[in-house]
């Protein structure tokens, strides 16, 4: 095939961010691409013209095999917004030239809703200026918030990580609680989308029953109601465990980690952090009950545990990247990959592409009626949903006793 | 073998406290031990008479796999200190009572070094009391603080954990930092002995730098020379990662975690609750170096994340185990067993037993020659010792995507 590829990774890391990666290798090697090129964090490196030679990096499978096994970003991330193209034409025909200097025809960006943005201008651009390249999507995020696919790679195995460290959680805190229980709050990314949280749920089985309640941010916090409940539990029960994700908020508005004057910081998007809502909450657990209170939060590990990553989410992310490939093949631009479930039973899933302009900074939340118990709970339609998406291993290449990852550093080809 | 025989399980779990609970069940079976009790939440449930017949809920060896691949204490757990024997006799009279009444010759307790006070006081007291009960200590706890032991069972697991994780979070650190890098500081459990936070430099190797300073509650903590050094290395890194041990301690004895205003509790031993270190010092990194900070707290993961324990941890907790039975059916009592390293290279341990009283009670530190680079690392010595601690892996049993558990409450045979 004629003409270059260049691909890229955006925003916050997920366990499986690599494995699109490696599929979007993978398809541009077996159709004969003869340069791969990898931006260095993302278009913020690409507009330095800083590219890495993939091809002097991965060589075998057996590289292929290992990037699949290492969390994080291989390429490197960034968080950075295209500026609007009116006004800005210089900063795009620049990122035309460096296409151009290195015979760019297909452009991959592996990201969520937000990095979207970038595919959306580039190929707006290149539509506007009659640019022939091709600009295609791979969907990632361990927030499962983009639109119109199914889920997304990254969030089975973030899912997968909680379910496991809060089933062993609740094993830990079940040890204790003879005489009082500990009470103990377990704070899960997701921002203002409840997927992660709701993850904990699947922990439940004949041998766990789960979390106590649930709180997800698609329903509005009510302290009162919460800590009349969290009392009740507290005389009722032995050992008490609520997961609560970061981006809980009263009716009007303020975030729960607000109340604990969290910090009014701000990403490169925008978005305020929200971190610190278990430590609130369990400080106001401990002046009602008198029980031993603990917050725990789950934090980067939710992205980054790819020693327990699932292999449903290893294989769709892989397949993401391929088949982003195979669209730009056929002349595709403009779209990102999506995922559709032709049978939730026996799992089936099929990869189609989409409209980018319906997917970018577009927020998919938990569907109102999947939240149960007045918001303190999810119900049965989220675990026939999720449940597939943990299924199944990896095992690490492990070197040592620690698993074993490839990296930049060491594994430039002399 | 006449006479029956009951266990415990005391203070903090681990990932693989219940292996050596395995062990000990195994133990009496093989030697014909008629019935095995296990005491409700340790020692506080035995003065309540809470027992649980063992031969109730594990029948099977393939029970006593899953029970190995089970984290905390299967049994329950607790942290309560026997009075004092003089003025406190009726205690311990009803302690002997409660034995005679289930025909108990063999009473083991798997616990760290406040637990074996438990063994101490009762094989005292037989002694004075011409009782022919056997008392017998097996080594537990992730904080390896234990003396005579070269370590104990639950340390391997926790140090693979936290190297496992440490490698992955620096590996997400690392994405970002195209222009100023992230200061990640990850708080780690121990107390005053900083095994554990030490354990977060097994991750280093070919593919990972580790940790990019080290700081361990033996050394005193100096806040200028700390802020000092994180400014350093802000300006030359694009990423920085620092490991902290909960402990650590200014010179005039004030806790790190204080300074951000932490709590006064104290747990059931009288030690105070350390934790939000970690807090502290980002907030104060963020104000010298103007990077975007993140603070981990590892948290009790690091004490029941069975899903990623070391196999040699498993094999020797279940071994210590199966040796205190041995132990015991020799008519030893008042001793601990301890593992002594015959070759640390082609590794082979040896088990023994040792005097409680040497034991109980005793803290063991990191030695101070081992810590490094004024006092922001760790060395070779200890990276030689701990090594062969965290190799090998048992495959948890998977179901439905997440670790299968034994539990007393889905396990009762009818």
Redesign the interface.
């Known amino acids: 095939m004629k003409g270059n590829v260049i691909v890229g990774?955006s925003g916050g890391?997920t366990a499986v961010i690599n494995s699109s990666l490696a599929g979007v290798i993978k398809a541009a090697r077996v159709n004969g691409i003869e340069k791969i090129y990898g931006m260095?964090?993302g278009i913020?490196?690409f507009l330095k013209e800083d590219l890495i030679d993939i091809g002097e990096y991965i060589t075998e499978d057996s590289d292929l095999a290992l990037l699949k096994r290492?969390?994080?970003?291989f390429l490197?991330?960034?968080?950075y917004k295209l500026p609007q193209i009116e006004g800005n034409e210089d900063v795009y025909d620049k990122m035309f030239d460096i296409m151009e200097k290195y015979d760019i025809q297909y452009f991959f960006y592996i990201g969520g809703n937000d990095s979207m943005d970038t595919i959306k201008m580039l190929s707006d651009y290149a539509l506007l200026k009659g640019k022939t390249q091709r600009f295609v999507g791979v969907p990632k995020t361990i927030d499962n918030d983009l639109p119109i696919t199914d889920h997304t790679p990254g969030y089975g195995s973030a899912a997968?990580y909680i379910?496991?460290?809060m089933?062993?959680?609740i094993?830990?805190?079940?040890?204790?609680?003879?005489?009082k229980p500990t009470i103990c709050v377990v704070e899960i990314m997701g921002r203002h989308a409840g997927w992660l949280t709701a993850a904990s749920a699947?922990?439940r089985?004949?041998?766990?029953s789960g979390p106590d309640m649930i709180y997800l941010p698609e329903v509005a916090f009510d302290m009162d109601d919460f800590l009349a409940r969290v009392k009740h539990l507290a005389e009722t029960k032995s050992s008490v465990v609520i997961a609560v994700s970061e981006g809980i908020a009263l009716a009007d508005g303020t975030f729960v980690c607000e109340l604990g004057g969290g910090s009014d910081?701000v990403d490169a998007f925008g978005h305020k952090t929200l971190s610190g809502c278990a430590n609130v909450l369990t400080q106001k657990i401990a002046e009602v009950t008198g029980c031993?209170t603990?917050a725990?939060?789950l934090?980067?590990?939710q992205?980054?545990?790819?020693?327990?990553a699932?292999r449903a989410d290893i294989d769709e992310a892989y397949n993401c990247g391929y088949y982003a490939f195979k669209a730009a093949k056929n002349d595709e631009t403009g779209v990102m990959v999506v995922m559709r479930i032709r049978d939730r039973e026996v799992y089936t899933v099929s990869y189609e592409t989409f409209d980018i302009h319906e997917i970018a900074n577009v927020e998919k939340k938990i569907p109102r009626e999947w939240i149960i118990n007045n918001g303190t709970d999810i119900g049965q339609q989220y675990i026939k949903y999720a449940?597939p998406l943990?299924?199944?291993?990896l095992t690490p290449y492990?070197?040592?006793?620690?698993?074993?990852?490839?990296?930049l550093?060491?594994k430039k080809v002399k």
């Open positions: 990774q890391p260095h964090h913020e490196g290492t969390p994080s970003a490197g991330s960034c968080r997968k379910a496991t460290s089933k062993e959680i094993r830990d805190n079940e040890s204790f609680g003879a005489s699947l922990c089985g004949e041998d766990c910081a031993k603990r725990i939060e934090s980067t590990l992205r980054c545990a790819t020693h327990v699932s449940s943990i299924l199944g291993a492990y070197s040592r006793g620690i698993p074993k990852h490839l990296t550093a060491n």
